[in-house]
C-alpha cells in the first residue's frame, strides 16, 4: 500500500496549491488563563468573573494562544508525515509572518480547526541550501466562522543541497 | 481621540518598556513542550546542530512576550492597551537564547478610531523586540487596540 508523505519532502517537491485541514483544538478556560497570565495579563483573559462585565462579555482567549495552538497542531501534523526522517526534510524555521489578523473572540469550549494551503515558492537560496516556502493559514470555529488567518513563509531544505 | 500623522516631519521617537523579561532554559523548553515541541527548542545538543546554533525560544513564544513588554511601553506613554488586534508583518532577526533580557521598542506611528476589539481605537505601531545589548530578535508592524474610555459598566 503507498502512502504519502508530505513533510517529508524537498522543498521541490512540495507543490504550490495544497491545501490541509490539520488539527483542531477545543480551548478550555483553564489553559486560556495559564497562557494569558503569563502573556497577556489584562482580565479580558485571565479573570473570567471579571471578563463577563467588560468589553467580549466573557472570557477570550489572547490572540498569540490561537497562534501557540497553530504552530503545536502543525508539528504534530508534521510528525506522523516525517517518521523515520532525521534529515533537512523534516524541520523548516520560520522567517516571517504577513497578513496576521485576529477576526472573532475564541471563547472557552470553542474547537478551532486549522487549514493551511502553500501559495508561493520563492526563487531565493538560504545558506546554499533552503528554499523558502509560502502558506495561507486560516483557523475557524465550530461554527464555520474564521477567527484568525496569516501568511508565513518557512525554510524548506532543497534536494541535493 | 488625537490623531497623530503618519507623516509628521520629525520622526516619532520610539519608547521602550520600562519592563524587561528573561527567559530561563526551563521556560523555553516548558513553552516548546506544550506549542512547539521541535529538537532546537527543547534540547541543548539538538539545537547546537541545528541551522539556530543553540537552544532557542519558539519564535511565537517571542512574539507573546514581545507584545506584553509592547503593552508594557504602551501603558507607560498613558495607552490603556488591550490587545493586539492584526500584525501586518513580522520578522524572526535571530534566534532568542535562554537568560537574554528582553525589551520591546514601541513606535505609535498613527491612532485611529475604531477597532474590532470592542470600545478601542486602534494604534498602529513598530515594535523591535530587543535584547539588553539592543540587538534585534524580531520586528513586528502590527495593530494594537487600546480602550477608548468608552465601556459601560
Known sequence: MSQIYLRNRWFEDIPVGEFHVFGSHTFSELEMVEFATRYAPQPEFTDPEAAREL???????????????????????????AQGVNDGRRNGA???????AWLEPVRPGHTVTYT?????????????????ISSRNEAFNQYGTKVMSFEIDILAERAGA | ?????????????????????????????QFASQFDPQPYHLDAAAGAASIFGGLCA???????????????????QGMAFVSLSSVDDMRWRRPSFANEALRARVTVERVESGSNVPDCDTAHLKVDIVTEALEILAVMTCAAAIDNGKQRS
Request: charged share 20%; glycine share 8%.
Open chain 1, 55 to 81: 468589553r467580549w462579555r466573557g472570557l477570550v482567549a489572547t490572540p498569540w494562544h490561537i497562534n501557540a495552538i497553530w504552530m503545536r497542531k502543525m508539528v504534530d501534523y508534521m510528525e506522523v508525515y
Open chain 1, 116 to 132: 493551511y494551503e502553500i501559495i508561493g515558492k520563492s526563487d531565493k537560496v538560504i545558506r546554499d541550501k533552503w528554499g523558502i
Open chain 2, 1 to 29: 481621540m488625537s490623531e497623530i500623522p503618519s507623516s509628521a516631519a520629525t520622526p516619532l521617537a520610539a519608547t521602550t518598556s520600562p519592563t524587561s523579561i528573561e527567559l530561563s532554559e526551563k521556560e523555553i523548553t
Open chain 1, 94 to 100: 520560520g522567517v516571517s509572518v504577513s497578513a496576521l
Open chain 2, 58 to 76: 519558539s519564535g511565537w513564544q517571542i512574539a507573546a512576550l514581545g507584545t506584553r513588554l509592547a503593552g508594557d511601553a504602551l501603558e507607560a
